[in-house]
């Protein structure tokens, strides 16, 4: 009997319309299929919920958009997540979410095989947010592969079809992608 493919979810930090960090998880999402996988994109637009306060928490409960986040979370085997890099942290959409989910539980974090990258429009790459992000995934939980992916000068990182241009950078793409395919396959036997 044929196994189904893994099922990878990718999101973006940002959910600005022209977000380089949408255009890396696009590019991951080729890398991806290529190998496979089938890819859950989530866009964090649909999930709306406040910022975190205890006292709107007591009043409302966590938001149906965190537990609805946490199912489909719970229902893939990877995620790979593209966090933009604000003041050398994370962008509080990013944080906020991870926040809210953790109020309900940590099997989001647990389950699935975790990757990191960070697209910016300069050419440090994010360094600062992937210290940060490996951090609280690991702190919640995670397993985390150790291929991280910085793309720096995102702006001319991605061709007309979405994909990467630079040789270098995709391969350590591809790695990523590996390596957490590998994990997923590893835990499945
Ligand atoms: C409040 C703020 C702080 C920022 N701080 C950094 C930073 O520390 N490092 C960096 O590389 N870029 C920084 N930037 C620039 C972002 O990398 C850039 O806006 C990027 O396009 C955001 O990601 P996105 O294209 O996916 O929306 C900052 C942008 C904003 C709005």
Redesign the pocket.
């Given at each position: 009997m044929s196994k189904s493919p893994p099922r990878i979810a990718l999101i973006?930090?940002?959910t600005?319309t022209?977000?380089?960090?949408?255009?890396?998880v696009n590019a991951m999402a080729h890398i991806f299929k290529d190998a496979g996988a089938k890819c859950v994109k989530i866009d964090l637009s649909r999930y709306d919920m406040p910022i975190y306060n205890g006292d709107w928490e007591a009043t409302n409960g966590v938001p149906k958009a965190a537990k609805n986040l946490v199912k489909r979370l719970k229902s893939c085997d990877g995620v790979f997540i593209?966090t933009?890099?604000?003041?050398?942290?994370l962008?509080p959409l990013l944080k906020n979410t991870i926040d809210w989910t953790t109020r309900i539980e940590l099997g989001q974090f647990s389950g699935p095989v975790y990757g990191i990258g960070s697209?910016?429009?300069?050419g440090?790459?994010?360094i600062?947010?992937l210290r940060q992000l490996h951090f609280i995934l690991n702190r919640l939980g995670a397993t985390t592969v150790p291929r991280q992916l910085g793309v720096g000068f995102?702006g001319k990182a991605f061709d007309i079809k979405g994909k990467f241009i630079e040789g270098r950078t995709q391969n350590y793409a591809k790695t990523l992608a590996d390596q957490m395919l590998a994990e997923i396959s590893r835990r499945q036997k």
């Open positions: 973006s930090g940002s600005r022209a977000s380089m960090n949408k255009s890396l593209a933009p890099e604000y003041n050398g942290c962008p697209a910016t429009p300069g440090l790459s994010g600062m947010v995102a």
